[in-house]
Nanobody, 124 residues
């Protein structure tokens, strides 16, 4: 089992930045693919970013490339999502997810473990 706990969400003005953290426990995350997803009110959950277990592969939703950066430190059992130049459209609950496989998939159905989410609200 893997437990995931997100933090770092909050209210920020458009153009601002936030750094989300995902603390993991219960399993050596060095062997897991980690990702961030988000869900806005009335919308389906969507892929944000993914990072492979060895940090060699990352992938981002096309609309977020250049603004968001995913990173991880396996020794600290932590994954981060740095979000810059935030826009009101980025308002959502952000979820950290982990999967046991090595493939850095963007499909939420392929992830085995989920955090409870952290709210990000961007005001205009």
């Amino acid at each position: 089992q893997v437990q995931l706990v997100e933090s770092g969400g909050g209210l920020v003005q458009a153009g601002g930045s936030l750094r989300l953290s995902c603390a993991t426990s219960g399993r050596d995350i060095s062997l897991t693919t980690m990702a961030w997803f988000r869900q806005a009110p009335g919308k389906e959950r969507e892929f944000v970013a993914v990072i492979s277990w060895n940090r060699l592969n990352t992938n981002y939703a096309d609309a977020l490339k250049g603004r968001f950066t995913i990173s991880r430190d396996n020794a600290k059992n932590t994954v981060w999502l740095q979000m810059n130049s935030l826009e009101p459209e980025d308002t959502a609950v952000y979820y950290c997810a982990a999967r046991k496989g090595a493939a850095a998939t963007v499909m939420s159905s392929q992830y085995d473990y989920w955090g409870q989410g952290t709210q990000v609200t961007v005001s205009s």
